[in-house]
């Protein structure tokens, strides 16, 4: 089937490279053209696992193609993705400029039937926002095509975005369209086993889907670091709390950790703005609001226990600090917690040295000219005469180090954990200070 996918960020390209796995022949476009340069001459602008080497072999087999060209991209593809971004405008809503202006340059140039997917995450409405734009531009130049709307949100995780598109729980479609509905169902049918995974609604049904998915998830985690703090103040550990909660099934172990809070370019854009369309029509959604304000305060939870430790004038201290990045397996800085306990440390008149396996030159781009903040190019560099340590990201490099050499370079024995990456037994023994989420600290 011929694709075209406008946006080519995280969501755009996965979509598009793996649409194109299946022998799809997919363009993919941007407006951004220093992004289309780094992908046409064979690069790609995001780290995303096992995603460069697919880009590879699809585009030597002539499947794949990249463009600023949105005449071509809009006459290529008989579906047409719109995965751009829905950043927040300043009071918290979706601000759906570029998904009005996708929606606009397909209206500009249709020359055929068109199935328009809208795969960003998009307020309940959008579908019938899209559908006007077109409309409008149709009849601008008297042009008469039809062409069907359809909703298929992505649910796929950073890190593990080729995995989770090509192996998806269940794939959304929002569509009143019959003829939507079947290219959509062959378009997906490699990527399924039984059809069962795939859920047809209508298109609100299915944006309303995706940020409930989201707002879900959030409260989970939100809820879990709640109980991590009353359980390491009442003397209980949250690890074996997980265990004894996530056994019944009806909770599950999935997405039960607890730690820095949530970070990432979707919860908490896709939580806020949910919350300003339920305040457009009236309804409060208290137990949202309460997420927020859990995962604004859990955000600085390492924080806290730093200062108990040291005082909040920092000044003349140095700390090294693992993991900028908001997750494993990604260069994402959107929302990362590293943000917020670095920037309170420089406040406060500390030093920092930062190591993250991939994500220190985005980290350069969104923390640009931070004094007093550095980067070391393993975890070992930044660890000599650091007061103490800082771990904010789980990489798996950081899960078995040598703590006797660790113990060696750091200037004090002394671990601020925000990912319960170590047992405190271990840490006793290896002669550490050590600070967790939700379990009893080690002193020394
Ligand atoms: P992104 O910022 O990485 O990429 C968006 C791209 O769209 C950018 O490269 C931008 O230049 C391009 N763009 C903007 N306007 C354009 C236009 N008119 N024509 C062509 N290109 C245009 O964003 P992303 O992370 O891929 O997210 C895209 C959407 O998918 C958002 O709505 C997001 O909420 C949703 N989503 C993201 C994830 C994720 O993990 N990143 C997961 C699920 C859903
Ligand atoms: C999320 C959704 O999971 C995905 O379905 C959606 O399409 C996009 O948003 P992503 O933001 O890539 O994906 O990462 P995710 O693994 O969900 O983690 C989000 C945040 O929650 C991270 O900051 C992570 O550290 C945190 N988290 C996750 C926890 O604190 N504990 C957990 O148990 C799981």
Known sequence: MKITVIGSGYVGLVTGTCLAEYGNDVLCLDV???????????????????????????????????????????????????????????????????????????????????VIVDKSTVPVGTGDKVRAAIADELQQRSEKTSFAIVSNPEFLKEGAAIEDFMRPDRIVIGTDDDTAKDLMSSLYAPFVRNHDRILFMDVRSAEMTKYAANAMLATRI????????????????????????????????????????????????????????????????????????????????????????FGDNLKGKHFALWGLAFKPNTDDMRDAPSRVIIEYLLNQGATVAAHDPVAIHEAQRV??????????????????????????????????????????????????????LFDPKRMQKEGFEYYPIGRQQVSL
């Open 32 to 114: 951004d053209a220093n992004k289309i340069r780094i992908l046409q001459e064979g690069g790609v602008p995001i780290f995303e696992p096992g995603l460069e080497e697919m880009i590879k072999r699809n585009v030597a087999a002539g499947r794949l193609r990249f463009t600023t060209d949105i005449k071509e991209s809009v006459e290529h593809g008989t579906i047409q993705f719109i995965a751009v971004g829905t950043p927040p405008d300043e009071d918290g809503s979706a601000d759906l400029k570029y998904v009005v202006a996708a929606a606009r340059s397909i209206g500009r140039h249709m020359n055929g039937y068109k």
């Open 222 to 309: 939100s809820f879990m670091n709640e109980l991590a703090n009353l359980s390491e103040v009442m003397g209980a550990d949250i690890e074996l709390v997980r265990k004894g909660i996530g056994s019944d099934p009806r909770i599950g172990y999935h997405f039960l950790y607890p730690g820095v809070g949530y970070g990432g370019s979707c919860f908490p854009k896709d939580v806020q703005a949910l919350q300003r369309t339920a305040e457009e029509h009236g309804i409060s959604l208290k137990v949202l609001d309460a997420v927020e304000k859990a995962n604004h305060a859990q955000k600085s939870v390492l924080v806290d226990k730093i200062v108990k430790r």
């Open 367 to 420: 923390m640009p000219d931070w004094k007093g903040l550095s980067y070391g190019d393993s975890p070992n560099a930044v660890l000599p005469d650091a007061d103490a340590l800082i771990i904010v990201t789980e990489w798996k490099a950081f899960r078995s180090p040598d703590f006797t050499d660790m113990n060696k370079q750091l200037k004090n024995p002394l671990i601020f954990d925000g990912r319960n």
